[in-house]
């Protein structure tokens, strides 16, 4: 019987005189999001955002658009470039001007949901009005501009934060263990105590569109310092051969573990075992043949009941 403590070791050896054997650390990164209810209200003023595609069929030369660059729409509403931005030069083939385009992200000139307008065909920059580029210059969107809004939305208050993000720091650290212990291979045993997460951050993300609900965005890093079974019992056979001697061999047993102490900075795991082995001493029968060839009755049970750590013995003439 054994019943004392075990270190597992990352870059360990096994070596029955520590009680140590090799252990491992796996390495895991979660992301994960959930939706809570905002109890409290905020007035807002947001201007809606989308993307268009620029078009250059005026020349080869490329034309640099600042940011803040108007676009209008037919119906006169303003977008601005988010950014500057370069328009690649249109390609002449065979004295035929080709566009070139370029994805660019807007943002409405005033806030309100009146800025939330569907994909539109064609805008123009007034910054090229009275040029020729005024035509040969354009945009359009082939999604809806969202997030424009004036007035009252749903907001977290503190309460609503602090409670959210315990609740997150919970389901992702559940999330990242069941995702790590599926991909560790079934060779390996992961004791309780053998694993650590740390929450990397979590960014709040209210909610724009009146629905009252905002969101916690997670990432947390999980480490397990896990060890194979097979080590285990290596060590305790090599251990027990060094106190019984090596001709013992184990003939069955069981082994259960404890909770863990793991240090992932020296990624060492210390945890108690118990493991109850039934013994025996191996015989070296082609030996003991050559002992008892010619021998009488009475001289081959002398040889055999003098063998070391006998406990019983059988023997068996034929014929008589």
């Known amino acids: ?9 990352k870059l360990g050896v096994i070596n029955p005189n520590t009680a140590t054997i090799p252990g491992q650390v ?36 490329p034309q640099p658009l600042v940011a803040t660059t108007r676009l209008l729409t037919p119906d006169g509403k303003i977008f601005r470039l988010a950014k500057g931005i370069v328009v690649p030069g249109a390609k002449i083939v065979e004295g035929t001007i080709i566009p070139s385009t370029l994805s660019a992200d807007v943002i409405a000139d005033k806030a309100g949901s009146d800025y939330n307008v569907g994909p539109v065909t064609r805008f123009t920059i007034p910054g090229f009005k009275g040029t020729p580029k005024y035509q040969a210059f354009y945009a359009e969107s082939k999604t809806a501009m969202t997030g424009g809004l004036v007035g009252t939305v749903a907001y977290p208050t503190d309460g609503d934060l602090a409670k959210a993000k315990a609740d997150m720091a919970g389901v992702i650290t559940v999330a990242a263990k069941q995702k790590i212990l599926s991909e560790i291979p ?27 609900l905002f969101i916690i965005a ?32 184990v003939k069955s047993s069981t082994i259960s573990y404890g909770t863990g102490r793991a240090d992932f900075t020296s990624g060492k795991l210390s945890f108690p075992v118990t493991f109850k082995a039934v013994i025996a001493k191996t015989i070296d029968t082609a030996a003991l043949r050559a002992q008892v060839l010619g021998k009488s009755e009475s001289e ?17 003439l034929w014929p008589f």
């Open 1 to 9: 019987a054994f019943n004392d403590s075990f270190f597992a070791q």
């Open 26 to 61: 796996f390495l895991e990164a979660q992301v994960l999001q959930k939706s809570y209810a905002a109890s409290g209200t905020k007035t807002v003023q947001q201007k809606a955002t989308g993307q268009v595609t620029i078009y250059n069929a005026y020349s080869s030369d």
């Open 186 to 212: 079934p060779e390996f045993n992961v004791i309780e105590g053998a694993s650590n997460t740390v929450i990397i951050k979590q960014n709040v993300i209210t909610g724009q569109s009146g629905d009252g």
């Open 218 to 249: 997670a990432e947390a890093r999980v480490s397990v310092l896990a060890f194979r079974e097979a080590d285990a019992v290596k060590m305790l056979t090599a251990r027990l051969q060094k106190e019984k001697g090596a001709d013992y061999e």
């Open 300 to 316: 081959l049970k002398l040889i055999i009941y003098s063998l070391p750590d006998t406990k019983s013995a059988l023997i068996s």
